[in-house]
């Protein structure tokens, strides 16, 4: 069988069934009826042991998830994904708009990963897997772990604010040329600085404008419900929207532009960008 993913289970207030824990901590199986199967198969493996569903769950254990060989899906998916940077601990892929990162459907990035990516060498690779998440509308850069130590130090650098991500959106109506946005969402605070670079005026929508975007936290939907707030929502968006101003047919203007971190292991510095989709630049041609 081949590793697919290991997760190492922080310090515990007190013990849980391991059927419970299990659900959601990795990304091939969400489900609590795919842990269940996993474990009559015997692909879990607690503390290198075969796990049970009886079993307890302490706190320190080292939790690995197997794939048969000869029975894997994931292999099956044939999806060319550009990437951007690799080495033998992380990688830095182009997600493209309308496709999953990961979940319970076939075609996401997840099960892409391993046809587009070398194998780390390194002694706890794993299958590679990404470390933060994309809206299935939005295009960009996506960063991807190769082996344990490297998913949970990313995930580390993400947790305490180390990544600087830079978005660009298309806006509708007239903005202020920058500001910051301090508006709790789902009960946390949520900030996210915006540029406006450019605007044109449109018969359609009064004014497009493209707005550089820098989040420093990361809440579900944040641009998209930051910048509905100001009443200049992104173009294309069809859940934060203004009343007669829905564009349909052309996606979501939003795109992850570039990723700014020093490597975990390396400490090289590490600047990735990917240049505005083509119906981006359609709006603001020179």
């Known amino acids: ?100 990162v990961s979940g319970n459907k076939f075609v996401t990035i997840a099960n892409a990963l391993s046809q587009n990516l070398i194998k780390s060498s390194l002694a706890d690779a794993v299958k590679p897997q990404p470390v933060h998440r994309l809206d299935y509308p939005t295009s960009g850069l996506l960063l991807i772990g190769k082996t344990s130590l490297s998913i949970i130090e990313l995930s580390k650098l993400f947790k305490e604010k180390n990544i ?29 600085n ?19 975007l820098q989040p420093e936290t990361g809440r579900k939907h944040q641009l998209r419900k930051h910048l509905f707030s100001l009443k200049n929502p992104i173009l294309g968006d069809k859940e934060y929207f203004l009343q007669d101003k829905i564009l349909n047919g052309k996606g979501l203007f939003l795109h992850a532009a570039t990723l700014d971190f020093t490597h975990p292991f390396t400490k090289e510095k590490i600047t990735i960008s990917k240049e505005l989709p083509k119906k981006f630049r359609k709006i603001f041609c020179h």
């Open 1 to 100: 069988m081949n590793l697919l993913e290991t997760h190492f289970v922080k310090k515990l207030e007190k013990p849980i069934r391991f059927q419970e824990y299990s659900v959601g901590i990795f990304n091939a199986i969400p489900t609590k009826s795919g842990i269940k199967k996993a474990i009559k198969k015997g692909h879990i493996f607690i503390d290198d042991k075969i796990a049970t569903t009886g079993i307890y769950i302490l706190g320190g254990e080292k939790i690995d998830l197997y794939e048969s060989e000869n029975t894997s899906t994931f292999e099956r998916l044939k999806l060319d994904l550009e990437v951007l940077f690799e080495d033998n601990y992380l990688a830095i892929i182009y997600k493209p708009a309308g496709i999953l």
């Open 194 to 212: 915006y540029e406006v670079l450019e605007s044109v005026i449109s018969k359609r929508f009064n004014f497009l404008n493209l707005v550089k």
């Open 164 to 192: 600087r991500k830079t978005y660009f959106a298309v806006t509708i109506g007239k903005m202020n040329a920058k500001g910051y946005i301090d508006k709790p969402i789902d009960n946390k605070e949520a900030f996210t």
